[in-house]
C-alpha cells in the first residue's frame, strides 16, 4: 500500500471524528445534565461553556476566601468606608492648602510688582539726580586751566570724553579740544560727529 492510500483511510476516519468532538463538548450540558449540575455548583461563580445563563446579565461578585465569614467581610467593607472617608478629608485639607498658597504667592507677586515699581521710580530719580551733579562735575572740571586738565582728561576713556563734551556749553567743548592731544581730539569730534 502506499501512503496516500493510507492518508486517505486515516483522513476518513478522524476528519468525521473531529466535528464529533467538538459538537459533545458543546452538547455536553444537554446529554449529562447531572454531571453538568455537579459542575456547575462547583463552579458557580465561574463562567461555564454550555451555561444557560446570559454572560451579559451576569455580575461580578467576587468570592470570600476560605474562611471569610459575613462578618468577616463587614468588617472589611467598614475599614474601606473609613479609608474613603480619610483620603475624603485628606483631599480637602490638600486643596485648603493649596488656596492658601495661591493667595500667598498673589500677594508676593503684588508686593514684587510694588518694589519693582518703587526701585524704577527710586532710579529715575537717581539718574536725574545724577545728570545734575554730573553737570556741575562738569563745569567744575572745565573751569581748571589748560594745564591742570589735560593730564586729567588724557586718563579718561574716549566715552567719558564724548560723555563731557556732548553736556558742555561751547566755550567748555572748546577748552576740552584745546587741552586733548591734537589725535586724541580727533578722534573725539569724529566719534561726536
Not at 459575613?70 to 467598614?78: M, N, P, S, T, V
Not at 514684587?112 to 545734575?132: H, M, P
Not at 588724557?154 to 586733548?180: H, T
Request: aromatic share 6%; glycine share 4%; charged share 30%.
Amino acid at each position: 500500500m502506499s501512503i496516500k492510500k493510507v492518508l486517505k483511510i486515516l483522513g476518513y476516519i478522524f476528519v468525521p471524528l473531529l466535528p464529533m468532538v467538538i459538537a459533545i463538548y458543546f452538547l455536553f450540558p444537554y446529554v449529562n445534565e447531572e454531571k453538568h449540575k455537579e459542575v456547575a455548583e462547583k463552579y458557580s461563580d465561574d463562567f461555564v461553556i454550555g451555561d444557560s445563563t446570559d454572560v451579559t446579565m451576569s455580575t461580578f461578585r467576587p468570592t470570600a476566601a476560605r474562611g471569610d465569614t459575613i462578618e468577616d467581610l463587614g468588617e472589611d467593607y467598614a475599614t474601606m468606608e473609613e479609608k474613603v472617608s480619610r483620603f475624603q478629608k485628606d483631599i480637602q485639607e490638600l486643596k485648603m492648602k493649596v488656596d492658601s498658597l495661591t493667595i500667598v504667592n498673589d500677594s508676593l507677586t503684588q508686593q514684587l510688582v510694588q518694589r519693582d515699581s518703587s526701585a524704577n521710580e527710586v532710579l529715575t530719580a537717581d539718574t536725574e539726580i545724577s545728570e545734575e551733579e554730573f553737570s556741575e562735575n562738569i563745569k567744575s572740571l572745565l573751569d581748571l586751566d589748560i594745564e591742570s586738565l589735560s593730564p586729567i582728561l588724557n586718563k579718561m576713556s574716549d566715552e567719558q570724553l564724548v560723555k563731557i563734551f556732548k553736556a558742555g556749553s561751547g566755550l567748555q567743548r572748546k577748552k576740552l579740544l584745546q587741552s586733548l592731544e591734537s589725535d586724541r581730539a580727533a578722534k573725539l569730534m569724529s566719534e561726536v560727529l
